[in-house]
């Protein structure tokens, strides 16, 4: 699309427009405390927009939406009590609700029912299109955060009662010191140096969903809230993300421990020469082929999982957290039970490509077995070739000496012959006298008329 300034300018590239806004194509809600965010996200493979459309199509006051509306990737929908947010992104899409928090859920409550008072219909939130990767019920309220104990006691029984882990959110100040939840000193919280606490206990509950709970001070912004949960959200959705590759190591474990056992036995075989090369190329072609299978499938999933974990890192940073006295930050927890993780299909992805580069070098091994072989063979043949190209012209120059005594008792036939007519006719002459006085003579003629034919020949070549 051009603008009027590019009359002042070369021509817009084709993609200018698209990519300098791409950094407003998914802006953060502006979220009024207190407020209920039920969020999902779902692996989108065989879904497409319009039935994602279709879907959207059936909330309250959205009959008119088009399939057009979803062709950026983002849309934000107003219906009558709650705001919807939909996104799309390479292997799932995200549905966040936001709606006011009722008065039965706010703090002091005992781990309320917050299902029952959800604004859409539970029947439309169970038919989203696609297979669930995160659900989570995220309440966000006012609380002032001078009392570090009592709000924890609070907090503690909204989440209803279990071992939580919580962050003091945006601190930069350290905080004093405070005893952790394993008895040691760790920095806990004095006065509020941060704008909200975070909490959650990264368990699904039994309606399937997971809970976290923002506290924030009076005089919150909606754009500071809507941040704070854009952040949580996306951290949890990207942790789940990044461990999809997790079942796949596991899966792949037995068949690398299987190759890796095959590739000894055929290195060994092929040192020792204990099997034929045909047998080892056709075992090798097949280790191969298993091998680049794999690689094939799971490298788009190894990829996945670093980018994944990269971004849990990134929205890590941005929480800038503190500890609350007695609990795990959001960050010392995630990164205690992820990076494990992640370093299993890092160094599987890497065993998978270190497989594969010896395979080749196996082959490569073979490949160079079979050359020699087949330059011994190529070596004897032409031992053979030469051998009989010897014995050729041995009989070659029997032939030829043959044929110049034959040569030579036709001509010396011809001049007694001829001799003999002379002599009927009355020449004084002794036919056989003169036929063996002149047989060095044909002998000589013969044999040097048969050496200019052979340099003839070989000078034409």
Known sequence: MQHAHTSYLPPDDALRSALHNEVHARPSARIRLPALITYVAVLNEGITRDMEWAHLSQLPEQGALTPDALKDNFLRLRSPGFTLKWERHSEFSRYSIVQPLPESAQLGASEPDLLACLAV????????????VAAVQLAMMHAPLDDATGLMAQALTWLGGRTVVASLM??????????GSDGSTRQGYAHPMGHSWALT?????????????????EGTSQTRAGRIA????ELETYRLMALRGL????ALGPMLTQAESALVSITARL?????????LLDTLVSLAAGVERATAENVYRFSATQAYYTLVGQRIAELREKAIPGTQTIGEFMQRRLSPAIATVAATAQRLASLSERVARTSDLLRT????????????????????????LRLQSTVEGLSIAAISYYVISLLLYGGKALKSVGVPINPELAAGALVPVVLWVVWHTTQKIH???HAGH
């Not at 539970?122 to 696609?130: A, E, T, V």
């Not at 040192?271 to 047998?279: I, V």
């Not at 190529?378 to 050729?392: A, M, S």
């Open 455 to 457: 340099a003839k020949l």
């Open 369 to 392: 077995r079979v050359d020699i072989a087949t330059e011994v063979q190529n070596q004897q043949l032409l031992e053979k070739l030469t051998r009989g190209q010897e014995l050729q």
């Open 201 to 217: 206990q990264f368990r699904l509950q039994d309606d399937g969903f997971e809970r976290m709970l923002v506290l924030a001070p």
């Open 230 to 233: 854009a952040r949580l959200l």
């Open 271 to 279: 040192e020792s020469k204990s099997a034929s090369d045909q047998e």
């Open 170 to 179: 945006g601190s930069n100040a350290a905080p004093a010191a405070g005893p």
């Open 121 to 132: 219909s539970r029947d439309w939130l169970s038919r989203i299109p696609g297979r669930t």
């Open 247 to 250: 079942p796949v190591v596991k």
